[in-house]
């Protein structure tokens, strides 16, 4: 079956723009995350969303970030007025539930020049 | 809070060798305990998990990790290494309370050497 769908793989943008970025979860999968990978760096957690329970948004790094998630399935993240420390590979994964494995798409590669 | 650790930045092993790539956590509670892997340009794919049972896991491509309640440890092992193996792993751990989510350690990379 489909896995985790993400697009666009690559986004370059310039500062200053907005940019979305769109997860495609596993048809089933009640909990949604996305997470940021810088070079060099770990896996950041950005925010998750579980079923119909208000999301988790502890991880955002500031307010130029938000996501939201239509009909629990696909989601979408968005950043505002993009900076160059925004550019990182943006990772979105699924999971049946808080507890299971978490299926990781391909990620979205975000240039801001 | 939750948290999880792998010490090392990276780990370098001669092919054939054993390996084991380091994770500590802190929840309270039980853990939930999880190792991904990342090869380069993708993304990660899971490997292995303990939730409860045997403290010794076993996972894909001959990979296992043994739960250690007391060193609150999550060590990933396996007894000989293959240049394949060279990657980015990821440790994560969940505690057991439902608004509890699933925390990454920062990685390690792993070179194998031929």
Same mark, same amino acid.
């Given at each position: ?20 970025? &769109? ?8 909990? $949604? !995350?996305? !997470? &940021? ?8 957690? @950005?925010? =998750? ?40 590979? !943006? @990772?979105?994964?699924?999971? $049946? ?5 978490? =299926? ?5 590669? $975000?240039?801001?020049? | ?44 794919? %899971?490997? #292995? ?17 043994? %739960? ?6 999550? *060590? ?33 990379? #792993? *070179?194998?050497?031929?």
């Amino acid at each position: 079956g489909a896995g985790v769908s993400q697009s666009p793989s690559n986004k370059v943008t310039e500062k200053g723009k907005d940019v979305e970025l &769109r997860c495609d979860p596993i048809s089933g999968h009640t909990a $949604l !995350y996305w !997470y &940021r990978q810088s070079l060099g760096q770990g896996l950041e957690f @950005l925010i =998750y969303f579980q079923g119909n329970s208000a999301p988790d948004k502890s991880g955002l790094p500031s307010d130029r970030f938000s996501a939201e998630r239509t009909g629990g399935s696909v989601s979408t993240l968005t950043i505002q007025r993009t900076q160059q420390e925004d550019s990182a590979v !943006y @990772l979105c994964a699924s999971s $049946l539930g808080l507890k299971n494995i978490q =299926y990781f798409g391909a990620g979205t590669r $975000l240039s801001v020049l | 809070a939750q948290s999880v650790a792998q010490p090392e930045d990276q780990v370098n092993v001669a092919e054939g060798n054993p390996l084991t790539v380091k994770c500590t956590y802190s929840v309270s509670g039980n853990p939930y305990l999880f190792w991904y892997v990342q090869y380069p340009n993708r993304g990660l794919q %899971f490997l #292995l998990k303990y939730i409860t049972g045997d403290n010794l896991v076993k996972g894909s491509y001959g990979f296992e990790a043994e %739960f250690n309640k007391s060193q609150t440890s999550f *060590h990933l092992k396996k007894p000989s290494a293959l240049v394949s193996d060279s990657a980015l792993y990821f440790c994560a751990v969940r505690g057991m309370n439902r608004d509890d989510k699933i925390i990454f350690g920062k990685g390690t990379r #792993l *070179h194998i050497l031929p």
